[in-house]
């Protein structure tokens, strides 16, 4: 489990952080930059939406995600949220995606195999349907070598399996800071976001694509 702050700034900010995060002499790059591509999953009434828009304390989302371009491997995730600590379900497949409406379903193969059903305690009860593609370049900072901090520009969302609207997709004109840290490290947290200046926000990316593409309005 861990702690999450999340900062939405405009584009127009971009030269800012970069400038702040140059200036914060224990930031490092553990990582390459890399193109996120997740598909959120939901009912048909939008229920773990729903659950996000009115608050409920203990909140789930469900997706599967995989990096860059290359699609023949990918990760089922279930986030469950509690107020700002996140804990993640993860699930490696090496299967290629081949029927997005299958993947959280009974009728997949690869999840009623016995080391994997354990999964499928989190989703026995619902009809999971791909509601959203959400696709970003993340870059990855790690500040003292405990604060995780993600920095997503380029977010794009796609509607899947809702060609009725005008609006299929769209281009956000916000970037997102996450900062990800254990509960122990929260005052050293605190203090590096206070040195930022930027004001931290509730923020899924799940819900502003609805929002964005004019779901929303109808959950």
Request: aromatic share 16%; hydrophobic share 35%; glycine share 2%.
């Amino acid at each position: 489990m861990r702690n999450e702050i999340k900062i939405p700034i405009n584009k127009n900010f971009d030269a800012y952080f970069q400038n702040w995060k140059d200036f914060k002499s224990k930031i490092s790059r553990p990582y390459k930059d890399r193109v996120i591509n997740t598909v959120y999953y939901d009912t048909e009434n939008f229920t773990t939406a729903q659950d996000n828009l009115i608050g409920v304390s203990r909140r789930y989302k469900y997706r599967i995600r995989w990096y860059n371009s290359e699609s023949e491997s990918f990760n089922y995730e279930i986030k469950i949220k509690k107020n700002n600590i996140a804990e993640k379900i993860l699930l490696k497949s090496n299967k290629n995606i081949q029927n997005l409406n299958n993947l959280f379903s009974y009728k997949n193969d690869f999840l009623t195999k016995q080391e994997n059903k354990f999964f499928l305690e989190y989703i026995s009860s619902l009809d999971l349907r791909p509601k959203l593609k959400v696709s970003y370049l993340r870059s990855y900072f790690l500040y003292n070598n405990k604060i995780r901090i993600t920095y997503d520009q380029k977010i794009n969302f796609h509607l899947i399996n809702r060609f009725d609207f005008k609006k299929n997709q769209i281009k956000d004109f916000m970037n997102v800071i996450e900062i990800k840290f254990d509960p122990d490290d929260f005052n050293l947290a605190s203090s590096l976001v206070k040195s930022s200046k930027f004001i931290p926000k509730r923020f899924s990316k799940y819900l502003r694509g609805l929002y964005l593409l004019g779901i929303a309005n109808y959950i």
